[in-house]
């Protein structure tokens, strides 16, 4: 995509608009797809809650992938686009064992990553196959708020734990189809990776009758011109080497499983924002734009770096700006960043506004939540309608307080 496209946009549809480009979603796909080629079996489930809107789920259908599911919502929309329940596994955390069990209902594959549902699942429904999520306790790198394998990490079954995971399966005669890990985002250290990896294979080996090894996911992309980010190729020749070694000697091939969302869907988003204030303080020179961490929550949330230009006038002096919301609350996208000279009017544009971005959007402050355009094939196409007052009242119901 081009400025001049994200121009249009942003006049066709108003501010703020978050924009998703189809070819960089593709590319990404296709990118994994090749650097695991060597892997008779590969099964990519794109993680829904990276970026849920259902034509985004529909292209990730459209290229062959299934989908990762935390929630029982997230596997009814992968239905109701046409996914096959089969190829939907449901990962969720600290959900009900009720939840699991509607889940299984519906035909999707079952995660589980604690002991006690795990017990209470096999007690009830020995017939039904399902994975278990192992803590590898191996920090894959990257923001202690988003790196998830340490050792009071609330996800997954501490590796140490393998024990009573296989007697609860002797006592309850349960099937185990799948071993799962997940270390957390931004994997910086193939080699620590590729070492938790070898922990997940210990802990398959016990158990004989697997169809899948599910590595979950957390590559890194970049965020910054020069930004380091996970050397995919050098994973897939390193990963495909010792997944093949494992196949051979369990004695039959496997699928090899990844759960990816940000390294999918980050950098296909750009997300526009107008400037209704240039404010010059003592020390300070502020852009306010049209929106806040109601829209976009990860800068405040996780300190994450999103780069911001304006591409309304991407010629201009750089000058040095904090861009901050119009939210009642502390909510700055940038400090002293260089951005050529701002004006009142000016598109502010957002990258890497593909995942986790909308999908944590709120209305906060009584606001909004912005339009989605799809960018394919040379055209915007409107995926999600900017909300309006209706909505923001559609469940409320108001008491009478005349008696």
């Known amino acids: 995509m081009e ?5 249009t946009i942003a006049e066709q549809y108003g501010s703020p608009v978050y924009v998703y480009d189809s070819d960089k979603i593709v590319s990404q796909y296709q990118r994994l797809t090749n650097a695991f080629s060597g892997v008779k079996k590969l099964k990519l489930n794109y993680a829904v809650k990276a970026l849920s809107n259902l034509s985004i789920l529909k292209l990730m259908k459209s290229l062959g992938a299934g989908l990762d599911t935390v929630s029982i919502q997230e596997v009814k929309m992968g239905l109701s686009i046409g996914v096959d329940p089969k190829n939907i596994i449901f990962t969720p955390n600290g959900v009900s064992l009720q939840e ?19 017990e209470q699942f096999g007690a009830k429904h020995p017939n039904i196959p399902v994975c278990v999520r192992i803590n590898p306790h191996i920090m894959a790198g990257g923001h202690s708020k988003i790196s998830v394998g340490h050792i009071d990490s609330k996800f997954g079954i501490s590796v140490h734990q393998t024990p009573h995971i296989v007697r609860i399966v002797e006592n309850t005669g349960m099937k185990i189809n799948g071993v799962h890990m997940h270390t957390g985002s931004d994997i910086l250290d193939i080699d620590v990776f590729v070492k938790a990896s070898d922990i997940l294979f210990d802990v398959a080996k016990k158990f004989k009758n697997l169809e899948f090894i599910d590595f979950g996911s957390g590559f890194k992309v970049p965020y910054k011109e020069g930004d380091i980010e996970t ?21 039959k091939d496997l699928e090899l499983g990844f759960e990816p ?12 924002a107008k400037v209704n204030v240039v404010k010059q303080t003592t020390s300070m020179v502020f852009a306010g734009v049209d929106s806040g961490f109601n829209h976009l929550i990860r800068p405040m949330f996780y300190d994450s770096y999103h780069q911001i230009e304006n591409i309304s006038n991407p010629s201009g002096r750089n000058r040095f700006y904090s861009v901050v919301g119009y939210i009642c609350e502390t909510d700055t996208f940038g400090t002293n960043r260089q951005i050529a000279e701002i004006s009142e009017g000016d598109i502010l544009s957002f990258k890497n506004a593909g995942a986790y971005c909308f999908s944590m959007a709120s ?25 309006v007052f209706e909505d923001l009242v559609a469940n409320q119901i108001v008491v009478d307080f005349s008696n």
Not at 239 to 245: G, K, Q
Not at 262 to 270: A, P, R
Not at 380 to 387: D, S, T
């Open 100 to 118: 699991i069990e509607e889940v299984s209902g519906l035909g999707v594959q079952i995660n589980i990553d604690n002991l006690s549902i795990l």
């Open 3 to 7: 400025n001049k496209d994200l121009l």
């Open 231 to 251: 050397n995919i190729e050098e994973l897939g020749e390193k990963l495909t080497t010792r997944f093949n070694v494992f196949c051979k000697e369990y004695g």
């Open 261 to 272: 969302g940000k390294f999918l869907v980050s950098e296909s988003g750009f997300f526009l």
């Open 363 to 387: 209305n906060y402050n009584s606001r909004y939540r912005p339009a989605e355009v799809l960018w394919h094939n040379g055209e915007a196409k409107l995926i999600r309608k900017r909300e």
